[in-house]
Nanobody, 122 residues
C-alpha cells in the first residue's frame, strides 16, 4: 500500500504560480499528477519515473514541472503561468508499473490521493 496526501491547492489569478505537494509513504516506479475538471475525464498532467524521466501533457508543457524530494518523501507539481483552463481537482497517483513515454490513463495507477482543488480566475 502507498499513502498519498496532497496539499498546496487554492485559488490563483491567471498568469500566477502555484505549487502542489504530495507527501508519500514511499515512492513507486511511476509517480504522476492527474487533474479532472467538471464534466471531463481525469487526465494525466505529468509523470516521473524512478530514473527521473518525465512526461507532460501538451497542454502544460513548458509551464508545469514535476519533481520529487526523496528526503522529504514528497512529489511536487510546480504550476507557472496558469490559465483558467487549468482549473480542476488535482490528484497525486502512484503505480509499480513502468511509466514509459506515453501518457497513462488513470487505471494504470493503483494508488491515489484524495485530490485538491485548483481554481484559476481570469
Amino acid at each position: 500500500q502507498v499513502q498519498l496526501v496532497e496539499s498546496g491547492g487554492g485559488s490563483v489569478q491567471a498568469g500566477g504560480s502555484l505549487r502542489l505537494s504530495c507527501v508519500v509513504s514511499r515512492f513507486t516506479a511511476c509517480m504522476g499528477w492527474f487533474r479532472q475538471a467538471p464534466g471531463k475525464e481525469r487526465e494525466e498532467v505529468a509523470h516521473l519515473d524512478r530514473d527521473g524521466d518525465t512526461r507532460y501533457a501538451d497542454s502544460v508543457k513548458g509551464r508545469f514541472t514535476i519533481s520529487k524530494d526523496n528526503a522529504k518523501a514528497s512529489l511536487y507539481l510546480q504550476m507557472n503561468t496558469v490559465k483558467p483552463e487549468d482549473t480542476a481537482m488535482y490528484y497525486c497517483a502512484a503505480t509499480e508499473r513502468w511509466c514509459g513515454l506515453n501518457p497513462r490513463p488513470s487505471p494504470w495507477y493503483s494508488y491515489w490521493g484524495q485530490g485538491i482543488q485548483v481554481t484559476v480566475s481570469s
